[in-house]
């Protein structure tokens, strides 16, 4: 076990392994972007349709087993089936990604919006909000703290995810852990699934000062 983490630590801190096309800094960046755009993808998508049931109560219960079933949707499958269908492109690793992310922000916006006292609401109604001005000034920054943690865990899950990229033939970190597999590389399957890790902890805690900043700002204010 020693001589493991031992050649471990020189595969990680070796030159040569950071450099060229194969090389950690490369496989670093297709894997962040990966991760972010389909984020980012999701966020677009999952928020406002949380946003949506959250404010008016309509459409809950559809909006949170259709979360449900993205879920359960087995990843891998999903992204050989997209695959065979659009054939040599991104398109599926996006897709699964996607799929993977919507769950947690719909849900945890959902959470958050409901979560609002209801009397903070008609109170703003009584000083003659109407109802996009509760939303925007009362319900999103009450409800921010849940919003932020449905994007750090579909973040999260997104970067351990990523590594499928590689099973179809892709770059991203995954590359390290299938080729190590394929050539019986203990060495370098540990350190993809060590770089994975980091990465997903380095995002989270960037994620958790963005959101003690907003807070911060918005006690200030």
Do not use: C
């Amino acid at each position: 076990m020693y001589e493991l983490f031992k050649d471990l630590g020189s595969w990680l801190v070796s030159s040569e392994q950071w450099t060229g096309p194969d090389g950690i800094g490369h496989r670093l960046a297709e894997h962040l972007q990966y991760s972010l755009i389909a984020t980012v993808i999701a966020a677009v998508i999952a928020l406002p349709l949380g946003l949506l049931i959250g404010h008016t109560g309509r459409g809950a219960f559809l909006a949170i087993n259709l979360a449900s079933f993205g879920r359960a949707l087995p990843t891998v499958g999903l992204v050989v089936l997209v695959f065979l269908a659009s054939g040599l492109s991104m398109t599926p690793v996006y897709v699964a990604l996607v799929a993977l992310a919507i769950p947690s922000i719909v849900t945890n916006t959902y959470a958050g919006m409901t979560a609002v006292d209801p009397e903070v609401k008609d109170a703003a109604r009584g000083q003659g909000m109407r109802g996009r001005q509760v939303l925007l000034q009362v319900e999103i920054p009450l409800a921010l703290p849940l919003i932020m943690t449905g994007l750090r865990l579909a973040l999260i899950q997104v970067v351990a995810t990523a590594t499928i990229a590689a099973y179809v033939s892709f770059g991203g970190l995954g590359r390290y852990v299938f080729d190590g597999l394929a050539q019986r590389d203990l060495v370098q399957v540990l350190g993809g699934a060590v770089l994975v890790a980091v990465v997903a902890v380095v995002l989270d805690l960037a994620l958790s000062g963005l959101q003690r900043v907003l807070f911060r700002h918005r006690t200030a204010a």
